[in-house]
């Protein structure tokens, strides 16, 4: 089951295990802003992107909005 | 949607997938770097200036001096984790010298996020009269305080258009 992470521990997994951030909301969302470092992979675009753009073994991050 | 994506990626054999579900929200809202068109905007936490703090139990008498050697007006109620609890000025504070912070103080001072919009909420502070306001993290500590006239020099004509704007709407 994928955990839960806070901000603090979002960046110790970026700066101590290379963890990869992807923002999941639509290409104009990113455009307009997105966490310093974060790629973009559009939900909709998730299976085939996600296998050419990111390792399976290092830690992955993934985020929207918020959860409301 | 992100937990969405985090299952998906689980099932996709992705070993280590975790979801930072607060957000964009809470990242920008804390004031932390980002980048894209709109990451440039001004903001109320990049202008925001320190205030003098005190802690809930402390003697009137002895904020009331540390307000004035730091030159300020007020001082901000903050617990431990720096999560504001209220707002005391100086005025307060000279009222009952031999008081504790708790008696003088305004509970639950209103607040704005860090990355809240600067236009829109400059021109309701002018609508308000309001001349200052503090600035927090989406959890509730203290960035500091936002005067109003230094949003208004850092945007100048943006707040007529903002205004001029509003009026072609309402009418």
């Avoid at chain 2, 309701?124 to 208004?152: F, H, N």
């Amino acid at each position: 089951m994928p955990g839960s992470v806070t901000r603090e521990e979002l960046q110790r997994l970026v700066a101590e295990e290379g963890a990869r951030v992807v923002e999941v909301l639509p290409r104009e969302d990113y455009d307009f802003e997105h966490i310093a470092g974060a790629i973009n992979i559009p939900l909709k675009e998730l299976d085939d992107a996600a296998a050419s753009a990111l390792a399976k073994d290092a830690p992955v991050v993934v985020y929207c909005n918020d959860f409301l | 949607m992100s937990p969405r994506a985090a299952w998906r990626l689980e099932s996709l054999g992705f070993e280590s997938v975790f979801d930072y579900e607060a957000g964009k929200t809470d990242w920008t809202g804390s004031g932390l770097p980002s980048e894209g068109e709109g990451a440039e905007r001004p903001r109320p936490g990049m202008i925001a200036i320190p205030v003098a703090t005190c802690r809930l139990g402390e003697q009137v008498r002895e904020v009331e001096k540390r307000v004035e050697e730091a030159d300020d007006t007020m001082c901000i109620v903050v617990a431990d984790d720096d999560v504001v609890l209220g707002r005391v000025s100086l005025a307060q504070l000279r009222s009952n010298p031999e008081a504790v912070v708790d008696d003088v103080m305004s509970p639950g001072p209103t607040t704005v996020r860090y990355d809240e919009e600067l236009v829109g909420l400059t021109v309701r502070m002018q609508d308000k009269e309001v001349g200052d306001i503090l600035v927090t993290t989406p959890a509730g500590k203290l960035v500091g305080v936002m005067y109003r006239k230094v949003a208004e020099e850092l945007l100048g004509d943006a707040l007529d258009e903002y205004r001029a704007h509003q009026e072609h709407h309402h009418h």
